[in-house]
C-alpha cells in the first residue's frame, strides 16, 4: 500500500512538472513577455531594459524556469509586473473563494446526488425513476447561465431571500460570503449532480442484478439490508471517479457561475489576468488548476483502492 | 410414509413474450422430496431446471410468473407467503448453494462477516458465539486453515475454496433441504470430486433432503438416488438413478447419455441433431418429436402424460417400451488417429513465460524479485496431422502455452517453431501474413470471442481477404462453402452472433479458423462452455476437418473424456511443468504419473456404480516451488528430500510415452 503511495505521489509529481514544463514553454512562445504587457506603448528603449533587467528577463530562459519552479514549489509565484502586489497572496484569496463555492456545492450535491441515483436505481422505471432521472437531465441541459438569471429573479428579486450578486471584496474572510454565494452553489449543484446520480444509478442497477445480491435474497436477507451492506458498498465504488472530477472541474473555476454571480474566484481571474496577459498570474493559475486535479484525482484511486479488497490485495500482490 | 418436505404439483412458469403471448418455461411439472432424499435434476441450457430449483425456494427471477400450480415447502404455498415468512425459510431451513461461489459471495464483505450475517438472521446463537461457530462450520467443509479464512475476501480464495464457503454458509441455517444449482460445474475435476463426497457425506450426517441440478451426469450418479430429466420446461423422465443413467427409458435421454465422452469409450460421442423448441415453440404434441428417432403421428399430434415404464421410473413417451432400442453410447465414429512420426508441424523448444510484468517505474525503481517463471521447460513437438491433448487442472498453464504459441504472450525463453524448424517471431504483430495463416486459435467462450456487432459474413470475410484476398462475388462464394463444410447454410451469413445459439455460435468461430487454410489449429476449451449435445457435435465436426484437411490441433481441456476422445498424444501438465507426454492410451493406461492418477481418479462417468478414488488432498496451489519435482507438495508418494531439490528424470517407457518422475518405472504400474 505504501509503495503504491509512493509511486503513484512520485507519478502525480511526474505530471505537475511536465505541465509546468509545457505552460513555461507556452508562455514564452508568445510574443513579448511580462514587461511589454506592463508597459504597453512605452515598452521601447531604456525603459523596457531596465524593466526586463528588474524582473530577471534577460536571463537564459532555463535559468528562469528554475527560478520560477523553485519559487512556485514554495508557494511563491512571484510579484506583479508593476511590484506592488505578490502574486500568491492575490491568487490564494481567488482559491480560498473557489474552495467555498465548491465546498457549498458539494456538500450539498453529491450526498443529494447519490441519494437519487439509488433510489431511481432501486425503483428503476417507477414514476420516482422517471421523475428525477428527467429532471437531472433537464437540469444537466439548461445553461447554467440561464438557470442562474432564473434563480436570481425568484430568489433574489421576487422573494428577496438572498443577494442577487456578490459585492463582497475578493480578500474579505470566508464568513463574509455567506449568504452571497448560496444562489451560486445551487447553480452549480444543479449541473453537476445529473453526472452523478446517473452513473450511481446505473451501478445500482447492474450491483442489484447480481448473482451476490440474488444470493443474498435466498440467504433470507432482509431487502434493506441487502440494499445497505451488499449493494451499495460495491455499487458507490464507481461513483468514486465521477465525484473526483466534479471536484477537480469545480475547484478549477467555473467561469459562467463566477462571472454571472460577480464572484470573485479561480476562473474569472484567469480570464481577467489572460485578457491582461498578465502572464506570471496565468501560469500561477494554470499550475494551481492542475496540480489540484492531479491531487484529487489522487485521493480518489486512493481512496478506490482503500474501499476495494479486490484492488486493495493486487496492489499488495505487486509488491 | 413421512410428509414430504419440499412439493411442487403441477407447476407451470411462464413469461410474457413480446407479442403478449405467455411462453412458458416449466410445464406442469411434479416433484416431491422427502427428508433423506437426493433428487437430481439433469437437462441441457434452457430446459427450465434452474427455474424448478429457485421456484422451490419461492423464488422467481425477473420477469417470471407462476402459471399454475403449487410449490409447497413443509406443507404451505411457497408463493402465498409474506416476504417476512419466505426470508426465514430462505438460508434457514432451505438452503441454496449456488452455481457460481465466485460471484455469489458479496466482494466487498469478508467472509467471517457473511457467514456471521448467515448465522445473525437463522440461529439462535448469541453474538458471542459467531466466531466459535463459523470456524467450526468452515472446519466441516475441510477448508484448510477455518480462522485465515474467516478474514478473507471472497477474491482472495481459489474456486474451490469458494464453493467451500457457499457450502458452509448454506449449512449455518441448519437446513432441513438444499438446493444445489451446478455447485461444481467449472471446478477442476479433483476438487469436484472432494466437493462431491462432502456433499454426501453431510447429506447422510443432517439426514438432509437435496434437490441436485447440473447437466453433468456423472455427477448426478454420484450423488442422487433419484433422477428428473427435463427436456423443454417439461419432466421427460424420472426414476431410479440407476435406471436412468444405464437404460433409460425415453429417447432424448438416451441421446443425451450417448453424447457424453467416457474415459473407458475410444468411440466419439453422437450428437443430438436439431435444438429444443424455444418456450411456447413446442407445437400441440411431444416437445422432442422434431428430434426423436421414434416419432410416429401421434407423437405429433397429442402431448404425451408422463407414464409408468417399469422399474419404477415414469416416462413423458409414448415409444417408452421402444426406447430401449436406441443406443446410448458406444456407438460412435471412430476418431481418426495418426501416427507421431510424420513431419513435425509445431515445435517448442525448452519454453517458459512469465506472466510477472516489469513495469517501467519497477525498473526505474531497481525492478522486482526474479520470480519462477508460470511454465517452464516445455519441449513438445506435434507432427503433422497429429492432435495433441493437454490435460491438467485450472492453473496448470494449458492455456498459457496456446497463448504463446498463438502469439498473444511473449515466452520468456525457448523458441516456437513451425513447419521444419522455422522459428516464429515471438509475438503476433511481428509475425507475417503467411506466418499468421499457418496457426488460427479457436477460443473457449463465442461470446467473447466473436464480435457482437458483426454479421457471419463479416467475420468470415475477415481472414479471406487478408490471407486469401477475396472480394466480391468470390468472397461470398467462398463464405457460403465454410459455412456449409460447418454445416452452416448460407441463410446464417447476415445473422450476428446474438441471434445464433452457442452451438451455432462456435461453429462460426471454427469456421472463421478454419477459413485461413491453417496448418495448426489451437483449441482453448472450447467445448466447456456447450451443453453435452452440442460439445459432441463440435468433436465430430473437428474430426471431420482432420479427415478432411489433415489439421493438426492441439487441444486444450480440463475434461478428461473429451482429450481421450479426440487426441493421438496427450501431454499433462502441472503448474506449467511436464509430468507425463505420451500415445493417449498410454497416458490413459495404468502406468503414469502420481499427478495422472489423481486426474484420472477423480473423474466422475455417468454410472452410479463405480465410485471415483481420491488420493491427493485438495489443496490449491499458487505457485510452483522453486525446485525439485512440481507435484511434490501434493503427491501421495513423495520420496523425501529427492523430490524437493532434485527435479526429476523423464523415464521412457517405450512407444513415445515418457513420465517424469524420480519413482522408477516398476513402481509407477503397469499391471
Known sequence: ?319 | MARPIIDIRDLSIGFTGRTGKTLPVLRNVDLTVRRGESIGIVGESGSGKSTLALASMGFLKQGLRVIGGSVCFNGEDMFARKRSELEAIRGGQLGLIPQNSGQSLTPTMRIGAQMAEALELHCTLGKDAYHARIIDLLGQVRLPDPEAIFIRYPHELSGGQQQRVAIAMALAGEPDALLLDEPTTGLDVTTQAHILELLRDLARDRNMAMIYVSHDLGVIARVCERVMVMYAGEAVLQGPTAEVLKDPAHPYARGLLASIPRLCDTHLPVALDGRPPPPGGGGAGCAFAARCALVVDQCQAERPALMGAGNGSQARCFRHADAHTLAAGGTGADPLHHRSDGQPALSLDDVSISYASHGFLDRLFGGAAKDIPTVDDISITVASGETLGLVGESGSGKSTILKAVAGLLPPAGGQIAVGEGNALPTMVEQRRPQQLRRIQMIFQNPDDSLNPRHTVAEILAQPLRLYDGLSGQALTERSVEILETVRLGAHYMDRLPGQLSGGEKQRVAIARAFAAEPEIVLCDEITSALDVSVQAAMLELLNDFKKMKDTTYVFVSHDLAVVRALSDRVAVLYQGRLCEIGPTEKVYGNQSHPYTSVLLNAVLEPDPDVAPTLMAEDVVELSPPSTGCPFQRRCTRKQGVTCENETPPWRETGGGHAIRCHIPLEDLGGD
Open chain 1, 1 to 319: 500500500m505504501l509503495r503504491m503511495l509512493v509511486r503513484r505521489l512520485f507519478l502525480g509529481f511526474a505530471t505537475v512538472w511536465i505541465v509546468s514544463v509545457i505552460i513555461f514553454a507556452g508562455v514564452e512562445a508568445l510574443p513579448g513577455d511580462a514587461c511589454t504587457a506592463f508597459l504597453e506603448r512605452d515598452a521601447q528603449g531604456k525603459l523596457l531594459e531596465n524593466c526586463r533587467n528588474d524582473l530577471g528577463l534577460n536571463k537564459p530562459a532555463v535559468t528562469r524556469y528554475l527560478d520560477w519552479a523553485s519559487g512556485a514549489v514554495r508557494g511563491d509565484f512571484g510579484v506583479s509586473p508593476d511590484g506592488q502586489k505578490s502574486i500568491a497572496s492575490l491568487v490564494g484569496d481567488r482559491v480560498k473563494n473557489s474552495f467555498l463555492l465548491a465546498a457549498g456545492a458539494l456538500a450539498v450535491g453529491v450526498p443529494l446526488a447519490i441519494f437519487l441515483g439509488v433510489i431511481t436505481g432501486l425503483w428503476r422505471d417507477k414514476w420516482v425513476d422517471i421523475l428525477f432521472s428527467t429532471g437531472a437531465i433537464f437540469a444537466m441541459t439548461i445553461p447554467e447561465f440561464v438557470s442562474a438569471t432564473v434563480l436570481i429573479l425568484i430568489f433574489a428579486i421576487w422573494l428577496d431571500w438572498v443577494p442577487a450578486i456578490v459585492l463582497t471584496p475578493a480578500d474579505a474572510p470566508a464568513l463574509d460570503f455567506f449568504p452571497e454565494f448560496i444562489l451560486a452553489s445551487v447553480v452549480l449543484t444543479m449541473v453537476m449532480i445529473a453526472h452523478i446520480m446517473r452513473m450511481v444509478r446505473s451501478s445500482v442497477i447492474e450491483v442489484m442484478a447480481s448473482d451476490y445480491v440474488q444470493m443474498a435474497m435466498l440467504k433470507g436477507v432482509p431487502y434493506w439490508r441487502i440494499v445497505f451492506r451488499h449493494a451499495l458498498p460495491n455499487a458507490l465504488l464507481p461513483a468514486i471517479n465521477v465525484v473526483a472530477l466534479t471536484v477537480a472541474w469545480l475547484l478549477g473555476g467555473v467561469v459562467v457561475v463566477e462571472v454571472v454571480f460577480n464572484y470573485p474566484g479561480l476562473g474569472r481571474t484567469m480570464i481577467d489576468a489572460i485578457s491582461d496577459r498578465d502572464l506570471p498570474v496565468v501560469q500561477a493559475l494554470a499550475m494551481i488548476v492542475a496540480a489540484t486535479y492531479v491531487g484529487v484525482n489522487l485521493i480518489a484511486d486512493m481512496l478506490t483502492i482503500l474501499l476495494n479488497p479486490r484492488l486493495r490485495t493486487l496492489s499488495q500482490r505487486r509488491k
